[in-house]
């Protein structure tokens, strides 16, 4: 096989891992050496060890990061600031995608930009998580926007609440969270998020909620 050209007509993907690669450049007699020539010419990039995406040269459709996300490191889905940005309800551009992972966390500073993991244990992990497509039907794996901000409230440790009370200071103030999301959250989605969760943090911050939306008409 030759270039660049015909490992782009091979690879219908734009991610695509080291298999793939080595099967595409197989009629080479040293195929590592023509991927680090690929690599230092730009036109393709290695996201991480074993994961590789075409240069923006080759590229034939946006590279959403919340795709590389889902597929750097597993299983996992996109959790925290990023999901809670990407929703609208907290008004921060957030620079990292975080995700969370029943595997242990890491964090991967990658040439397109920077993907945390934050471990939370099978039962937590298991509920709210809503399958999102972007705008060329490619699918991926997020938080719903109570998961997100469970798992927002359960991990950050400088939060340590000991009444209903405590939540107005930190989700207004210090989150800055758009009170018309708060609103919109689906009450009874959060109820079964607290009993996976089996946490008293949790159930404080449901407790919050429905104190404070419950009557909604």
């Not at 966390?105 to 993991?117: A, K, N, Q, W």
């Not at 039962?123 to 997100?148: C, M, N, W």
């Not at 440790?157 to 939540?167: E, I, L, Q, S, V």
């Amino acid at each position: 096989m030759g270039g660049i050209d015909e490992l782009r007509r091979a690879i219908k993907a734009e991610v695509f891992d080291y298999q793939q690669l080595m099967s595409c450049l197989s009629s080479y007699a040293k195929p590592r050496d023509k991927v680090r020539s690929l690599m230092s010419a730009g036109d393709i990039i290695r996201v991480k060890k074993g994961l590789y995406v075409f240069g923006e040269t080759y590229r034939r459709r946006p590279l959403p990061r919340e795709i590389l996300a889902n597929l750097i490191y597993g299983p996992s889905y996109i959790s925290l600031d990023y999901a809670l940005a990407f929703y609208g309800i907290i008004p921060e551009r957030v620079a990292a995608v975080t995700s969370v992972t029943v595997s242990r966390s890491h964090r991967f500073e990658t040439p397109l930009g920077r993907f945390t993991y934050r471990r939370l244990s099978e039962p937590k992990y298991a509920v709210g998580i809503d399958q999102r497509a972007t705008e060329d039907g490619q699918h991926f794996l997020i938080a719903s926007p109570e998961k997100a901000l469970a798992d927002k409230v359960w991990t950050d440790r400088r939060f340590t609440p000991r009444k209903t009370g405590d939540f107005p200071g930190y989700l207004d103030d210090d989150l800055r969270i758009d009170q018309d999301t708060l609103l919109a959250l689906d009450l009874p989605l959060l109820e079964d998020i607290t009993r996976h969760y089996g946490s008293r943090k949790i159930r404080l911050l449901r407790d919050y909620l429905s104190q404070r939306f419950g009557g909604r008409s």
